[in-house]
Every structure is written in C-alpha cells, then in structure tokens.
C-alpha cells in the first residue's frame, strides 16, 4: 500500500445513515404537521361567520325584559286586618288572632325568647272552578321585614292545613307562627302563586 492510498480518510456509513433518518423524520413530521393546519383550515374556515356577517342575530334589549317582568307581575295588595281580598274570586279574610297561643303538649320546647302568634283565615272560592290552597302560602312579616313561616308542630288546631277548595267551597282554619317575645307589629302575608299575586294584612 503506497503512501497516498494511507492518507486517504476512512467514510463512516455509520453515522451518514443515522443523518439520513433524522432528516426523513423531521420531514415526515413537518408534511403532518402541514396537512393538519390545511384539513384544520378546510373544517373550520369554511363554515365559520364573523360577527358581522350572521344574519338575523336576535338582539335583546333591557326595555323588552323590563315591560316582560312588569306585565307578569301584578303586585302587592295592602289591606287592614277587618278588610277582604279577592284574588281571582278566591276569598280572603282574617277571622280571629291569637297572640298568647300555648299549644297542649308538653314535649315541645319553646325558647324563652320566643312565642307563638296564631292567626285564622277564612278562605271561600268564588273562582268557578277548584283552588289549592296550603298554610305554607302565609308568612308573618314584622316591621323590620323580617319574615316567619308557619309551624307545624304544635300548630294551633283545627290547622288550616292543606287541600283542595272546590269552587263555591269554604274552609276556615289556623295558621302558628313562632316569633321574638317583643316583637308586636306583623303583617300577614298571602302569597298566591297560581297568579303571582300577594295580599299584606296589617294585623295592628
């Protein structure tokens, strides 16, 4: 071997074949990534609108919901505890309150700052068809705002309950409430769902 076939360098096929799969992949991987940005292209840009080319976008103005509300709620209807609502032909009117209620049973304990407040109403349908009616449908109200539902045990009875009036119906009962020792001014308050309706009857 001469002088000049030793000085020549040896290839390393090697490493030449390891170059050549790095760069197959790196292109392979760029091809994916270019046909997935054009399929993203075609399935999304073709059928998305911008804003100002939507037709008919419905727009909604505060005034429509304000005379919506406004019409679908009718109000409050103040009253004195000897007057009578009418809501719909159903009748309404307070009968007798008792505001010293002790109820018989000697399990229940009320606490000191607490006591009972009864009130009986007198219910009679006008209506021309059935009515339900409940005792969960008045609350005692004081001067504060603060509202009271009715209670169940040891209610003063008959109880008012819960039923349903047939039209030219009547019923009458008592609905207890629980209420701070020193409070003495109360509104009662009928809440008619069926009509989205209330009546407050001061019960000074």
């Known amino acids: 071997m001469n002088q000049a076939e030793m000085n020549q360098p040896i290839q390393k096929s090697g490493s030449n074949k390891t170059i050549f799969i790095v760069l197959a992949v790196a292109i392979f991987l760029f091809l994916c990534f270019c046909c997935s940005v054009f399929m993203a292209i075609a399935l999304f840009g073709t059928n998305t609108k911008t804003y100002d080319e939507v037709e008919d976008f419905p727009v909604f103005e505060s005034e429509e919901f304000e005379e919506d509300s406004d019409s679908d709620y009718v109000g409050v209807e103040y009253l004195n505890m000897d007057e009578k609502s009418n809501i ?42 059935s ?12 001067s504060d705002s603060y509202t009271y539902p009715n209670i169940f045990s040891g ?37 008619d769902l069926s009509s989205n309706r209330s009546v407050e009857f001061s019960l000074r």
């Open 88 to 129: 719909d032909g159903i009748e309404l009117s307070i009968t007798e309150l008792d505001q010293a209620y002790q109820p018989d049973q000697d399990y229940l304990f009320l606490d000191p700052s607490k006591k009972y407040y009864a009130v009986e109403v007198y219910l009679v349908n006008n209506s021309g068809e």
């Open 155 to 191: 209610s003063k009875v008959p109880s008012l309950a819960s039923g349903t009036l047939p039209a030219g119906g009547e019923v009458r009962g008592w609905v207890t409430f629980e209420v701070p020792q020193t409070n003495e001014d109360f509104t009662l308050v009928y809440s």
């Open 131 to 142: 009515h339900y009616y409940s005792d969960y449908d008045f609350k005692l109200k004081d």
